[in-house]
């Protein structure tokens, strides 16, 4: 039994050795919400970043800054910078950071459904990730000119803590986004009118105007007939033969 007892001592304590000699995985998982925002004159916008660690077995610290801004422009980052007391093999270490994403990351193929506090899913090409989100409010100043784009970009830098409780790693990444002030409202107004169409107008001079043809009239005569006195005379002389003949032809024939 005592043997017993001293190897399963010695096996937890080989296991032990081994688990601390495991060799160092680094991971720091991004993703980005929009690269492209609206904003209004006076007006602001929130986008976020999500941060997670699925490959990794160190914990990953992560400070943001701006590092491209117009003038005037306001950018807040939530949650801010702030100072972090962690234990580095029993040692306190303190480090300035904007959140950490502890190893590893749940990946599901759906989104569960409790989510803890201060995680949220997004899709990803392994599944639906637990990541930790970052919020980014830019404002834009009243007297911005509409129309006017600009870039603001956002660094952000990862370290791993080593034995001695500083940084033995870091890896740098940037954020860009590009910014159109735009009107609160949607308005849209003609500001030049096309050309209207003419159309073609041929100015004939007075001596090129073409005299339409007279249309043709018909003229009512009054038809008149003539008989000459020649004929006059010899229709006269043919009655009296006729005449003349009846005449003869009865008194002939009562004798």
Known sequence: MKKFLFFFLVLIFLIGIVNAQE????????????????????????????????????ITHISLSVAEVPKNWIISIEPALHKTTVSVSGVPTTVEENLFVEPPSDVAES???NVPEGIEYISSPVGFVGAKPVKIKIKVPPDEKLGAVANVRIDAVAAWLGQTGTA???????FEYKVTVVSKEFTETVLEKAPERKDEVVVVKEEEKV??????QVVEKEAQ??????????????????????FIFFVMKKK
């Open 23 to 58: 060799e160092a995985k680094y991971n720091f998982g991004s993703a980005q919400s929009a690269k492209e925002l609206n904003i209004a004159p006076g007006g602001e916008a929130t986008t976020k970043l999500y941060y997670y660690n699925i490959y990794g077995n160190r």
């Open 111 to 113: 989104i569960p459904t």
């Open 168 to 174: 033995a790693i870091t890896q740098g990444r940037s």
């Open 211 to 216: 005299e339409k043809a007279p249309a043709p």
């Open 225 to 246: 007939v003539g008989v000459s006195t020649s004929m006059f005379i010899g229709v006269v002389v043919i009655l009296l033969i006729i005449i003349a003949g009846m």
